[in-house]
């Protein structure tokens, strides 16, 4: 028969010291040597005391700390990052693999009662500086990430500062982005429908300006137009790419220009052209032109040709689509009678 020897040895030698959990079983249990209440970090050190049989000892263990993470070492040390209550759980395993488990529910309770709020992140306009502002109620002590212990502190370049606050005890942490903003900048967006000529095209200027607002705005449209409007509509004749320049000033003279190629899509609108009207003798044909920019030519008379031959008066008209923009253009012909001419003659 086994010798049954209730493990505990570094519970007797470090009593004052250890910390009980809640019996899962009776006889077993798990110690703490150091606190299992406290501010988060909190590093503590867990020991198993459970009942063995020498003839079957305990070879392995696997601990679970309830906040996600483990260990299989036999008294681990664990540091708690996090607040809340943990029930750790440790399953030992025999030679011959029988399994004890120990679970104490609740064990490890970590709490910060208090917070340090940085605010979001931030920026400030190029030239100044920003105030951060750390404070809080009952603070014994305050430490940014360059050594300054003040609580607040003012800041002038850009970057991520820290830090970390202690009260009670505890220390919590912040940590905020500052960027500096040009004094002042301009961009713009733009937005159209591809279509026929012209081309409808809407500017929406996104300038920024730290010192003071923006008070004009100067476009150049790149095809030779301009305007001073802060979000104008331009009208482009054509398709293509333009180099568009946005030139911006603030309040207290400030300047800045920017520029991009805007890249507009569409159509150009065809053109067509029949000239004057017609009058053409009767008996006699006439000749109708179209002239202009795109094709086909689809005329009233069902032909497809630049030019036709028409002998008889009436309307005319001609169109000319590309791509579903259309142009067309309308001719009157007349027939003008034979002339008759009626005399008599007269003795003299």
């Known amino acids: 028969m086994g010798l049954l020897v209730r493990v505990f040895l570094l519970g007797i030698l470090f009593l004052p010291l250890l910390s009980k959990a809640e ?19 909190l590093t503590t050190t867990f020991y198993p005391s459970y009942y063995e049989d020498f003839s079957d000892p305990f070879v ?10 483990t260990s299989t070492d036999f008294s681990p040390t664990h540091t708690y990052n996090i607040e809340g209550e943990f029930t750790v759980t440790v399953v030992a395993t025999t030679v011959s693999g029988a399994i004890t488990t120990i679970t104490a529910p609740g064990l490890i309770k970590t709490s910060n009662s208090f917070s340090v709020n940085l605010g979001p992140d931030a920026s400030f306009c190029s030239g100044s500086s920003i105030t951060l502002d750390a404070t809080v109620s009952g603070a014994s002590d305050y430490l940014w990430e360059d050594g300054s212990t003040t609580p607040t502190t003012d800041r002038f370049f850009e970057g991520e500062y820290s830090v970390a606050v202690t009260k009670g005890g505890c220390v919590a942490r912040d940590t905020i982005y500052v960027s500096q903003t040009p004094l002042i900048s301009a961009d713009f967006d733009y937005n159209f429908t591809p279509g026929c000529s012209p081309i409808a095209t809407s500017f ?20 030779g137009n301009t305007s001073t409007d802060q979000n104008p509509v331009h009208d482009y004749a054509a398709p293509g790419d333009y180099l568009v320049m946005l030139t911006v ?26 000239g004057d009207d017609q009058v053409i003798c009767e008996g006699f044909t006439g000749t109708l032109v179209a002239t202009g920019s795109g094709g086909p030519y689809v005329w009233s ?43 008599s003659a007269t003795q003299l």
């Open 60 to 69: 392995s263990w696997s601990w679970d700390f309830g906040d996600g993470e």
């Open 204 to 223: 929406t200027e996104m300038s920024q300006s730290c010192a003071g607002p923006i008070v004009s705005w100067e476009w150049d449209f790149g095809d």
């Open 249 to 274: 000033k603030n309040s207290i003279g400030s300047v800045y220009a920017t520029n991009k190629t805007v890249t507009i899509e569409g159509t150009v609108m065809p053109t067509v052209e029949l």
């Open 23 to 41: 019996k899962n079983d009776p006889g077993d249990e798990i110690l703490v040597f150091g606190p299992t209440t406290g501010c988060p970090p």
């Open 301 to 343: 008379t069902g032909e497809t040709t630049s030019s036709i031959v028409v002998d008889a008066s009436g309307k005319y008209y001609v169109t000319v689509n590309v791509d579903g923009c259309e142009a067309s253009d309308t001719v009157n012909v007349s027939i003008l009678p034979d002339l008759i001419v009626n005399f």
